[in-house]
């Protein structure tokens, strides 16, 4: 049995406390200087805020002023800081690791390098350790649809663990799989890491579509609801993904597998991308639709302005062709302008023509 | 400006004649001997009960009796009828039509040959027609998430047209574009045909991990819906649609495209075979759920009945092989014992281990 570190009190990352906790782990939830309070509701009641629920009884919860004692004699550390607190995160763990531990990543993100080359979010995070000092610490990746509330109903999750290094994620996977909680191995960080953030910047045009189909004329007297426009970004979306990850040198299987389609997919039943593309749809500027979902973080944005930064080098260098990225192309246009336009369906499966 | 004929006034096949008569062709809709209700209102005020709206001004309806006088100087025919009348549809144009024209279908579906290889119908279709003696006519299939009532209420469609005569497929597709109604002309038939088909079958598990989660016990305290298994299924769904295109020969990529992820969320998003999948996975037998959706026919069931055929053959020839197809083994089984068990998450995504 391992001693495992999860580090952010966020419901992603406290979510799996639960598969680690039945499989017979010790557990470890250290909040953040921003968790405070959730980890005081632990502590008093075993009560999660975030997950609405009792978390395992035998999760030791730790205050951001007890992190030695939090680290001492871990295994291995989950990082639930979302993606903008990878850097500060890297550099909390500089100081309280003293050997290289095993990091697992629930946080997506990608960033943009000078050349336009995308940078995995563990990438990024490996760096910012050896930058600010700390061991050299292998960080994974996990994709796959998995909604946390719903990974703590020990509902059945399917997700994939990537790692450069194949037995620190066949490791990982064996540590934390159950009967609920489905973990694949895999050695494909990059294609895990760039279909998971790609499917959230490609839901907010399922949601423009949706949006637009209840603008008044855009249903129907007969009762029409209109799925078809959703349906074709839908496709447009899987194939704009599949198309990025191997222009960029990478195995593309996962875009029509779990990461791939199967998150974008649930990515789509819900959550704040979608409610922001529905707002943009339905005739909201961004800035009132920013406004009526505010303080909510919304990854799509941050996605959106990483492959605007990354796409005059990947143009340049003739690894991306933008007549295959018409959807990007619309979604780099609508967070410039401040508005969605009509979406430009004439323009999708160019590879389609013959 | 070209004369088409509908054959059979169902919705899908009448809302054709929106963007027709929009382009400026002249639209005769025909119906079978089971529509004389449906054309008999068209006749009588313009109104189609089915898509519950008057049809364009311009539709000339004939009646089942009308056949000679109805495809007199057609230029081609879109087939409207469902998968099981294509060899009576065939016999029937074979007494009317008296020079090869093209046809084009809306209907999906597949058959097994005697060694296994899967027919598409567009194939049965021609030779049906041949059997039946009427000339040589190319059918041609159309593809991608297209609800009649969306179309009919001139909302935004994506669709492929595919004719494994390029020249055809153009012709058509030029014939049918509008501003709303968005067609690519193909040559890829059969990866059409098993997309359109398969993903009606693979909508099922889908549904039956929602019914499922809908169980006592399934949803949790905390209000968790459960949309992660239904996620991992949707992945799993799009990964064996492109393995079986891919095993057969043909080009995989309309399986992460319009035809096939595309169609696949749409189909996911309602209708009956979401609605079956979900009987069954509340608990109910399919006897009850049938009973329960009584006169409705049920695309997916005839399409797992083929792959039930086609599977013998198909892994005798070492074509297939079943540990990559989990949910088809699945769903034959639930058909076969007439009620739904655990979903195999275990077995999912056999090709990421590594």
């Known amino acids: 049995m391992a001693t495992a570190v999860i580090f952010g009190a966020g419901v992603m990352g406290s979510a799996t406390s639960f598969p680690l906790s039945d499989k017979g782990h010790s557990v470890r939830l ?6 405070g309070e959730i980890i005081g509701e632990v502590k008093a009641r075993g009560y999660h805020p975030g997950l609405k629920k009792n978390l395992p009884a035998e999760v030791k919860a730790f205050q951001w002023t007890e ?30 690791l003293h050997k290289p531990l095993p990091i697992i990543a629930v946080t997506k993100g990608l960033e ?55 037995e620190i994620s066949r490791w990982l996977a064996d ?32 949601g423009i579509a949706r949006g637009q189909a209840d603008q008044p004329g855009g249903e129907d007297s007969s009762g029409a609801r209109m799925h078809n426009p959703a349906a074709a970004v ?20 996962f875009a029509s597998s779990l990461p791939g389609a199967g998150d974008y997919y649930v990515t789509c039943a819900g959550g704040r991308n979608l409610r922001l593309g529905t707002l943009l749809g339905s005739g909201k500027s961004m800035a009132e639709a920013q406004k009526e979902m505010e303080g909510v973080t919304i990854e799509s944005l941050s996605i959106i302005e990483t492959m605007e930064r990354a796409l005059p080098g990947l ?16 979604l780099i246009r609508t967070v410039r302008e401040g508005s969605a336009g009509p979406l430009p369906f004439e323009r999708f499966f160019p590879e389609i023509h013959f």
């Open 112 to 166: 943009a390098a000078e050349n336009g080359d995308l940078l995995a979010l563990t990438t990024v995070y490996e760096k910012a350790l050896a930058t600010a000092g700390g061991p050299g610490c292998s960080v994974s990746a996990i994709g796959g649809p998995c909604i946390a509330a719903e990974l703590a109903a020990r509902g059945h999750s399917c997700v994939v663990f990537a790692s450069e290094k194949g």
């Open 30 to 35: 250290v909040g953040t200087h921003l968790d």
């Open 67 to 96: 992190l030695d004692k939090a680290f001492h004699g871990a295994d291995f550390i989950l990082s639930g800081v979302n993606s903008h607190g990878v850097r500060w995160s890297a550099e909390t763990l500089a100081k309280v």
């Open 175 to 206: 540590i934390f799989r159950t009967s609920y909680y489905h973990v694949w191995p895999s050695t494909e960080v990059y294609p895990l890491e760039i279909a998971a953030a790609l499917k959230n910047a490609y839901t907010l045009p399922v």
């Open 315 to 330: 143009l340049e260098r003739q690894i991306v062709a933008m007549d295959r990225l018409p959807l990007l192309d619309y």
């Open 234 to 253: 839908f496709g447009q979306g899987v194939k704009e993904i599949k198309y990025l990850i191997r222009s960029c040198g990478f195995n593309d299987s």
